[in-house]
């Protein structure tokens, strides 16, 4: 009956999407049966490396340097390790951990110049129902409209950027934050925007209206995969180099 309840009210997000396209197993472990699972490091450094860049912008244009980036750090972290204790065993050197973090800041501001510019919305939630039995959300880093009425989508990766040819399958999650953005707003943003803090590139697309429509196709084409998955309980595993960061590899089908 529960099964029957997710497949009635099914709720997407990128990450939940990737999540079952990388592999379905990994999404069951996940999303169905909701395993809890420890903190990851890098994913807890990307937290307080976005929340610096989020803060960053409540201070005066001028005052949006790497300075003040820097100075916000220690208070964010002390505030993260607060809301979760159980990061503080993970992070065995603290000076090493906020000295990476610090790293990454210094590539943004090789990147971007926050004192140019006023971000229309930040940590903005993006909602849509795509069809009765369908919701799909997410939320993005930043949102930019200028005066002109254009838009850009942002989002900051504290990894490095896509090989050549990935590019695409990297810009997925922007690409559904523009479908959301035209379902809500009826405009179609004008440029996706991945800042990667990891290795100081920048991977840009412009989604025109055929996109979104190839990117709603993939979307309905998915969602259907896995309400039959739930329907048929039935989740394939997908052995890759990702299972070697996979904290189910202990008790996944596939490596036991
Ligand atoms: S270990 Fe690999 S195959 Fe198994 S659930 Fe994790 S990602 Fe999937």
């Not at 201070?59 to 505030?79: G, K, Y």
């Not at 903005?124 to 919701?135: A, K």
């Not at 989002?155 to 809500?184: H, M, N, R």
């Amino acid at each position: 009956m529960a099964y029957l309840e997710q497949v009635a009210n099914l709720r997407l997000s990128p990450s939940r999407v990737s999540e079952f396209t990388n592999c379905p197993q990994l999404y069951k472990y996940r999303t169905i049966d909701k395993l809890p699972e420890p903190p990851s490091v890098d994913a807890e450094r990307g937290t307080l490396v976005h929340t610096v860049l989020h803060d960053l912008f409540e201070s005066p244009a001028e005052l949006r340097n790497l300075e003040t980036a820097v100075e916000l750090l220690p208070s964010r972290w002390q505030a993260q390790l607060a809301a979760k204790p159980d990061l503080a065993p993970l992070v065995s050197n603290e000076k090493e951990w906020i000295d990476r973090a610090n790293a990454l800041l210094a590539t943004y501001f090789k990147l971007e110049k926050p004192e140019t510019f006023e971000p229309t919305f930040r940590e903005l939630h993006l909602e849509f129902d795509l069809n009765s039995d369908l919701y799909l959300h997410g939320y993005v880093d930043r949102l930019d409209v200028a005066p002109t009425g254009e838009v850009r989508i942002v989002d900051y990766k504290t990894g490095k950027s896509p090989k050549p040819g990935w590019e695409a399958k990297a810009l997925f999650q922007l690409q559904v934050y523009a479908l959301l953005y035209y379902k809500t707003n009826n405009v179609l943003p004008r440029l996706l925007l991945l800042i990667y803090l990891g290795d100081g590139a920048l991977v840009r697309s412009t989604p025109t209206m055929a996109d979104l429509a190839a990117t709603e196709a993939t979307l309905m084409r998915i969602a259907s995969e896995i309400k039959l998955a739930i329907e048929k309980d039935v989740w394939p595993t997908k052995p890759s180099r990702l299972c070697d960061w996979c904290f189910f590899k202990a008790i996944c089908p596939a490596h036991t």
